[in-house]
């Protein structure tokens, strides 16, 4: 398999772990199965890579005044986005959503962090490219 659909395979199953842990932490966070938390962590990322910097980039002059605080609006949005368009997962909100966001980002650096293939570490990839 190509390295891009590796590391989309790789994002999709962290999404899964990371949504997993804050519906396990957030009462208000709540999936009907486990095919929906696979569901939703495939449009999780895809909604991370193609409406999510449309949302930064539209967010940028709130970014930069809030000293970038305001990103942890954005993921919320696209937290409750996801949400929004999944029946059986519910995430109830804005709050929640902002700690689910903050749960899911910190799966996402550990995994980033610990992780022993190159290839799968965001910040290498996009410099690879």
Do not use: C
Not at 17 to 40: C, E, P, R, T, Y
């Amino acid at each position: 398999m190509n390295s891009k659909v590796h590391f989309i395979v790789y994002r999709i199953f962290v999404n899964v772990v990371g949504v997993g842990l804050a519906a396990m932490l957030f009462k208000h966070i709540h999936i009907d199965s486990f095919i929906i938390l696979m569901v939703s962590a495939l449009l999780l990322t895809a909604l991370n890579a193609f409406v999510k910097p449309a949302l930064v980039l539209l967010t940028l002059p709130l970014q930069l005044l809030s000293f970038g605080l305001f990103y942890l609006v954005v993921n919320a949005i696209v937290l409750e986005l996801t949400s929004f368009f999944i029946t059986g997962f519910v995430v109830d909100g804005f709050w929640t959503a902002v700690g689910g966001s903050i749960v899911i980002s910190i799966i996402n650096i550990l995994f980033d962090i610990f992780s022993t293939n190159s290839d799968m570490r965001y910040i290498y990839w996009i410099r690879k490219r």
